[in-house]
């Protein structure tokens, strides 16, 4: 009965099962059929067809497998599907920038990619498969790739500390530095200096009204040929120390009215030695005279100061302290005068040294600077502002502190605010949805956002507050790279505890020592045992270098510097005592383990030793290619023509099997001679004791002074 | 009847290959200078800036060090030894002295310097000072700045096939 109701089924029905049959076939084909059209799948076998017309397809197919591929790091977070289209990442065959993407190898970094992932430091979606996905900002993934232009942003977010693989991060933190941004902002692993902008406590004793005015006003005040600014302080940079506030003119002359009324502590003119007055009151040539001695003491070492020639202005000088070229039409004599004496007294955390002066000096380079450095022109656009009226100087008080002054300056009295701009310790972790564009038109994206507010606050932003800075394009560039390394801490706690912070040392010792050191501001310049600066020759290592005897003369005298250098040591008029305090120190807690003087008695060097020498610098090792004795050889080394009385023989033992180690990241090559040779060359150089020696690392010091 | 069976399959089918179906994505053209790991303008030419690979910046970075004091007209101290030397070091982006020579050559004479290789003495061998990858990447620092540009040698074909 069943069978033959069967065999009765209706034709029509039997049609439709087979219908849904064949669709519930086709449905089921959907999800394989798609799958082999993945995008992925397209790239697997690009690869195998790209592979094939190489001389190496066997290594390069050695692991391929037609399967998606992932790097798995549990403890970090990372499951990164990328290799699954970038499957040359790790054949070193396929690093030429000839290769194709996606299947270029990564370059040699200093981590293995296969240890890391790819999204700890690209950024992006590792668990993606589709390369928009993987790539961009879409609705399901916020973080997009990073460009390879920002990439150092991710060695940052771990690195506190400058890595020498990195230029364009350690710049961006440079930058951040001299702008001193870390006045308004808090920032990761940057503690706040001493001092930011100068203490305006007493800024009525040094400048006018007239002149305050002007420097809110416009502060960039140099200007070339061409029209194009050169801004104080910083040469080849496009920003002045203090950039410009969006200020009113009601707003300028009330903070000109309250800061030129501050004067607490009112300096009495110094009393210069009758004699030296009439002697050199009334002498025509006193400017030129003082111009000698400004030049003699190494000013522009710190200073800039500008020249024009030929209709071109540059700024001559370095960038430690302020411009010079107009201070004459911006502070008072009286003011000049005591600053020059003690600039501590005026600013306790100043870098300037207090210079030993004679009067005589005093007088003529104070006048010098007074009537040389000004601008009859400076000043002529500032309108009349007559006498602070008390409303005026309520308004400015006022702000002072609303308008972020009080960030950066310190006034006695005043309350300093902190925190004035917002938090920047997660401003490269943000998400697209956390930034507010504002009526912007710029691209929705953390870069282009971080850009814009830096380029030009208001326009994200009309209420900004932060003033308006100029940058040039690669300086935005190592901005955004710095900022985009910020990311409030680590994505994942197994990143968090391999995190490497920025190392502070200090390096201030006590005693007489100490005052020496803090009096002429050594450290400014010279770098001890990892604190200090890099304009100047490291003196960790400096009383194994050199004897007592040279330190003193050259401490005295600091003039046997090679001509060829700009940026040189100042004559600081040292005593004596002094000279011989700082030698003393420096022979006693200034030495290198490595340079032991009881081994090598440099009264024991014989005449065939120091012939031999001579051959090997002149013939064998071609040393004056770099290093000049008397008037002849090259000027990348320092000169020689003075080593014997300038270096001690078990320095110059050591150095010579490697000077790397003595100094890190010395020029000199090490060459590894051998003991024979070290000694011969050794034995030569005791013999030069000529007067034109220089001093040690002098190139060293004409390249931190270019940078 | 049989015009709606014969609809509806080929509608069905029409919807399964379109969801299967994918455009294939034209490759994204990134700037070149936007991914490029740091940049350095043509000598020649300060408008033509040059993109650099990770590798070819540390070559960089390496040359600013070491070599830039004889092997440019300027350095970053301002004066350079070059014209001081006889004979007459190679400017490092001269292509027409630099690219003939190859990688294995130019590493030999980085690593064990000038009178090894029956050159000048005064080209001091750097093989203890740097690591064999810092002169990689000067090399390759080399080709990315060099004028006329360098053509890496052609490859040669492949041996064999995998099928």
Same mark, same amino acid.
């Given at each position: 009965?069943?069978?033959?109701?069967?065999?009765?089924?209706?034709?029509?029905?039997?049609?439709?099962?087979?219908?849904?049959?064949?669709?519930?076939?086709?449905?089921?084909?959907?999800?394989?059929?798609?799958?082999?059209?993945?995008?992925?799948?397209?790239?697997?076998?690009?690869?195998?067809?790209?592979?094939?017309?190489?001389?190496?397809?066997?290594?390069?197919?050695?692991?391929?497998?037609?399967?998606?591929?992932?790097?798995?790091?549990?403890?970090?977070?990372?499951?990164?599907?990328?290799?699954?289209?970038?499957?040359?990442?790790?054949?070193?065959?396929?690093?030429?920038?000839?290769?194709?993407?996606?299947?270029?190898?990564?370059?040699?970094?200093?981590?293995?990619?296969?240890?890391?992932?790819?999204?700890?430091?690209?950024?992006?979606?590792?668990?993606?498969?589709?390369?928009?996905?993987?790539?961009?900002?879409?609705?399901?993934?916020?973080?997009?790739?990073?460009?390879?232009?920002?990439?150092?942003?991710?060695?940052?977010?771990?690195?506190?500390?400058?890595?020498?693989?990195?230029?364009?991060?350690?710049?961006?933190?440079?930058?951040?530095?001299?702008?001193?941004?870390?006045?308004?902002?808090?920032?990761?692993?940057?503690?706040?200096?001493?001092?930011?902008?100068?203490?305006?406590?007493?800024?009525?004793?040094?400048?006018?009204?007239? *002149?305050?005015?002007?420097?809110?006003?416009?502060?960039?005040?140099?200007?070339?040929?061409?029209?194009?600014?050169?801004?104080?302080?910083?040469?080849?940079?496009?920003?002045?120390?203090?950039?410009?506030?969006?200020?009113?003119?009601?707003?300028?002359?009330?903070?000109?009215?309250?800061?030129?009324?501050?004067?607490?502590?009112?300096?009495?003119?110094?009393?210069?030695?009758?004699?030296?007055?009439?002697? *050199?009151?009334?002498?025509?040539?006193?400017?030129?005279?003082?111009?000698?001695?400004?030049?003699?003491?190494?000013?522009?070492?710190?200073?800039?100061?500008?020249?024009?020639?030929?209709?071109?202005?540059?700024?001559?000088?370095?960038?430690?302290?302020?411009?010079?070229?107009?201070?004459?039409?911006?502070?008072?004599?009286?003011?000049?005068?005591?600053?020059?004496?003690?600039?501590?007294?005026?600013?306790?955390?100043?870098?300037?040294?207090?210079?030993?002066?004679?009067?005589?000096?005093?007088?003529?380079?104070?006048?010098?600077?007074?009537?040389?450095?000004?601008?009859?022109?400076?000043?002529?656009?500032?309108?009349?502002?007559?006498?602070?009226?008390?409303?005026?100087?309520?308004?400015?008080?006022?702000?002072?502190?609303?308008?972020?002054?009080?960030?950066?300056?310190?006034?006695?009295?005043?309350?300093?605010?902190?925190?004035?701009?917002?938090?920047?310790?997660?401003?490269?972790?943000?998400?697209?949805?956390?930034?507010?564009?504002?009526?912007?038109?710029?691209?929705?994206?953390?870069?282009?956002?971080?850009?814009?507010?830096?380029?030009?606050?208001?326009?994200?932003?009309?209420?900004?507050?932060?003033?308006?800075?100029?940058?040039?394009?690669?300086?935005?560039?190592?901005?955004?790279?710095?900022?985009?390394?910020?990311?409030?801490?680590?994505?994942?706690?197994?990143?968090?505890?391999?995190?490497?912070?920025?190392?502070?040392?200090?390096?201030?010792?006590?005693?007489?020592?100490?005052?020496?050191?803090?009096?002429?501001?050594?450290?400014?310049?010279?770098?001890?045992?990892?604190?200090?600066?890099?304009?100047?020759?490291?003196?960790?290592?400096?009383?194994?270098?050199?004897?007592?005897? *040279?330190?003193?003369?050259?401490?005295?005298?600091?003039?046997?510097?090679?001509?060829?250098?700009?940026?040189?040591?100042?004559?600081?008029?040292?005593?004596?005592?002094?000279?011989?305090?700082?030698?003393?120190?420096?022979?006693?807690?200034?030495?290198?383990?490595?340079?032991?003087?009881?081994?090598?008695?440099?009264?024991?060097?014989?005449?065939?030793?120091?012939?031999?020498?001579?051959?090997?610098?002149?013939?064998?090792?071609?040393?004056?290619?770099?290093?000049?004795?008397?008037?002849?050889?090259?000027?990348?080394?320092?000169?020689?023509?003075?080593?014997?009385?300038?270096?001690?023989?078990?320095?110059?033992?050591? *150095?010579?099997?490697?000077?790397?180690?003595?100094?890190?990241?010395?020029?000199?090559?090490?060459?590894?001679?051998?003991?024979?040779?070290?000694?011969?060359?050794?034995?030569?150089?005791?013999?030069?004791?000529?007067?034109?020696?220089?001093?040690?690392?002098?190139?060293?010091?004409?390249?931190?002074?270019?940078? | 009847?049989?015009?709606?069976?014969?609809?509806?399959?080929?509608?069905?089918?029409?919807?399964?290959?379109?969801?299967?179906?994918?455009?294939?994505?034209?490759?994204?053209?990134?700037?070149?200078?936007?991914?490029?790991?740091?940049?350095?303008?043509?000598?020649?030419?300060?408008?033509?800036?040059?993109?650099?690979?990770?590798?070819?910046?540390?070559?960089?970075?390496?040359?600013?060090?070491?070599?830039?004091?004889?092997?440019?007209?300027?350095?970053?101290?301002?004066?350079?030894?070059?014209?001081?030397?006889?004979?007459?070091?190679?400017?490092?982006?001269?292509?027409?002295?630099?690219?003939?020579?190859?990688?294995?050559?130019?590493?030999?004479?980085?690593?064990?310097?000038?009178?090894?290789?029956?050159?000048?003495?005064?080209?001091?061998?750097?093989?203890?000072?740097?690591?064999?990858?810092?002169?990689?990447?000067?090399?390759?620092?080399?080709?990315?700045?060099?004028?006329?540009?360098?053509?890496?040698?052609?490859?040669?074909?492949?041996?064999?096939?995998?099928?």
């Amino acid at each position: 009965m069943a069978a033959e109701e069967m065999g009765k089924t209706p034709k029509r029905l039997r049609v439709a099962f087979a219908i849904s049959s064949v669709l519930f076939l086709a449905a089921l084909a959907v999800s394989p059929v798609k799958d082999l059209m993945r995008e992925w799948r397209h790239y697997k076998r690009e690869y195998v067809r790209f592979a094939e017309g190489r001389p190496d397809t066997k290594v390069l197919l050695a692991d391929f497998h037609s399967d998606m591929d992932q790097i798995w790091i549990p403890e970090l977070n990372v499951t990164d599907r990328c290799v699954t289209c970038h499957q040359g990442v790790t054949q070193p065959s396929l690093l030429d920038a000839s290769v194709p993407e996606p299947f270029r190898a990564h370059s040699p970094i200093p981590h293995r990619v296969m240890d890391w992932g790819c999204v700890t430091c690209h950024r992006g979606q590792g668990l993606a498969t589709e390369a928009k996905e993987a790539h961009d900002t879409t609705k399901a993934w916020e973080r997009p790739l990073l460009a390879i232009g920002y990439i150092q942003a991710s060695c940052g977010v771990c690195h506190g500390s400058d890595l020498p693989e990195t230029p364009r991060l350690n710049r961006g933190r440079a930058v951040l530095d001299n702008l001193s941004c870390v006045g308004c902002h808090r920032l990761p692993g940057v503690q706040r200096p001493p001092m930011l902008g100068p203490d305006l406590t007493d800024v009525g004793v040094k400048v006018s009204r007239v *002149w305050i005015y002007k420097w809110l006003k416009e502060p960039r005040t140099i200007l070339d040929a061409n029209g194009s600014v050169t801004v104080d302080g910083v040469e080849n940079e496009a920003e002045p120390r203090m950039p410009r506030f969006r200020l009113t003119d009601a707003e300028i002359l009330a903070l000109s009215a309250y800061l030129s009324a501050l004067t607490s502590k009112p300096i009495p003119p110094y009393r210069f030695e009758p004699r030296v007055l009439a002697a *050199w009151e009334k002498r025509p040539d006193v400017m030129d005279q003082g111009e000698v001695r400004f030049r003699e003491m190494f000013c522009t070492t710190c200073h800039s100061v500008a020249v024009t020639r030929a209709g071109e202005t540059k700024l001559i000088g370095g960038d430690i302290g302020p411009e010079l070229s107009k201070v004459g039409s911006k502070v008072n004599q009286d003011w000049l005068t005591a600053w020059l004496r003690d600039p501590q007294s005026y600013l306790p955390n100043s870098l300037m040294p207090r210079y030993g002066w004679s009067d005589e000096d005093l007088y003529k380079v104070t006048r010098y600077v007074m009537s040389r450095f000004t601008d009859p022109d400076l000043l002529s656009d500032v309108p009349k502002l007559g006498v602070p009226s008390p409303e005026e100087m309520k308004l400015g008080r006022r702000l002072f502190t609303e308008k972020g002054c009080s960030s950066c300056h310190v006034i006695a009295g005043v309350r300093m605010q902190s925190d004035f701009g917002p938090d920047l310790s997660n401003v490269g972790g943000k998400t697209t949805s956390q930034l507010m564009f504002g009526e912007s038109p710029i691209p929705h994206d953390l870069v282009s956002y971080i850009q814009a507010k830096i380029l030009d606050p208001a326009s994200v932003n009309p209420a900004a507050r932060m003033p308006q800075y100029h940058f040039e394009a690669g300086d935005l560039q190592a901005l955004t790279t710095a900022l985009l390394s910020m990311t409030g801490g680590q994505t994942t706690p197994g990143l968090a505890t391999l995190v490497v912070p920025r190392i502070e040392r200090q390096f201030h010792p006590a005693g007489e020592f100490g005052k020496v050191y803090e009096r002429y501001k050594c450290y400014v310049c010279h770098n001890f045992q990892g604190f200090g600066g890099a304009l100047a020759p490291d003196l960790t290592f400096e009383g194994s270098r050199a004897p007592r005897a *040279w330190l003193v003369s050259f401490l005295k005298n600091p003039q046997t510097l090679r001509p060829t250098l700009t940026l040189r040591m100042p004559q600081f008029n040292m005593t004596d005592g002094e000279a011989a305090t700082i030698a003393d120190y420096l022979g006693l807690a200034m030495q290198s383990p490595l340079v032991n003087a009881q081994e090598v008695d440099p009264t024991n060097f014989t005449a065939q030793e120091a012939a031999l020498g001579k051959q090997l610098y002149e013939v064998k090792y071609q040393c004056q290619s770099c290093h000049t004795i008397g008037a002849t050889g090259g000027y990348v080394g320092p000169n020689l023509s003075n080593a014997g009385n300038w270096l001690n023989a078990a320095w110059m033992e050591a *150095w010579m099997r490697n000077p790397q180690a003595l100094v890190p990241g010395t020029m000199e090559p090490r060459r590894e001679l051998a003991d024979p040779e070290t000694r011969a060359l050794t034995a030569y150089l005791l013999t030069l004791r000529g007067q034109a020696g220089g001093p040690a690392g002098g190139a060293r010091a004409a390249q931190g002074g270019a940078r | 009847m049989k015009t709606r069976t014969a609809a509806a399959i080929v509608l069905l089918a029409t919807l399964v290959s379109l969801s299967s179906c994918r455009r294939e994505r034209a490759p994204v053209k990134p700037d070149p200078l936007l991914n490029a790991y740091d940049t350095e303008a043509d000598w020649n030419n300060p408008d033509h800036i040059l993109p650099l690979t990770y590798q070819q910046a540390q070559g960089k970075r390496v040359f600013y060090e070491k070599c830039v004091w004889c092997h440019a007209d300027s350095t970053p101290a301002g004066p350079s030894n070059r014209s001081n030397l006889n004979p007459t070091p190679a400017l490092i982006n001269d292509g027409k002295v630099l690219n003939p020579m190859s990688d294995g050559y130019l590493q030999n004479m980085i690593t064990l310097g000038g009178s090894a290789l029956g050159k000048s003495a005064l080209m001091p061998p750097w093989g203890k000072t740097l690591t064999q990858n810092d002169i990689r990447a000067l090399i390759a620092y080399t080709r990315a700045v060099a004028q006329p540009p360098y053509q890496a040698p052609v490859s040669p074909r492949p041996q064999y096939s995998v099928r």
